[in-house]
C-alpha cells in the first residue's frame, strides 16, 4: 500500500512578543514519517498543531497557549497517527514550529511586544 501524502503549512514561529512568524507550505508530505523525521527535515524543535478544518480555532494571534496534552505533537509518533491529513479536510491543517524553550517563556508570561 503506497503511503499518503498531504500538503501541510508550517507557522515558523520567530518571535512569540513580537508575534513574528511566517507560514511555509510543504508539498508531498508523508503520513507515515514521524514527528522526529519531520523535525529534522524542518532542522528545528517543536510542533504543534494550529489549525484543523472544522475544528476550534485559537484567539491568540500566534499560538494557542492550551490543550498542549493534545495538540503537541509526540516525536515518535507518525504524522497521520497525530490527527493531520484526516479524513477530507487533509490538506487543511496548520501546524507551528517553534524553538521549545521560546515557546515555555512566552507561556510563562504572555505578553506582547508590538
Known amino acids: 500500500m503506497a503511503s499518503k501524502e498531504v500538503t501541510i503549512t508550517v507557522r515558523l514561529i520567530r518571535s512569540f ?20 523525521e519531520f523535525i529534522v527535515f524542518l532542522k528545528q524543535d517543536k510542533l504543534k498543531i494550529v489549525h484543523q478544518a472544522h475544528k476550534a480555532k485559537t484567539n491568540e494571534l500566534v499560538l494557542s497557549l492550551e490543550d498542549d ?7 515518535d509518533s ?21 524553538r521549545e524553550e521560546d515557546y515555555k517563556n512566552y507561556k510563562a508570561n504572555p505578553i506582547s511586544s508590538w
Open 69 to 75: 496534552d493534545t495538540l503537541m505533537l509526540k516525536e
Open 17 to 36: 512578543e513580537h508575534r513574528n512568524f511566517k507560514p511555509i507550505v510543504y508539498h508531498g508530505v508523508n503520513l507515515d514519517q514521524t514527528t522526529k
Open 78 to 98: 507518525t504524522l497521520q497517527a497525530a490527527g493531520i491529513g484526516e479524513k477530507e479536510h487533509a490538506h487543511e491543517t496548520e501546524i507551528a514550529f517553534f
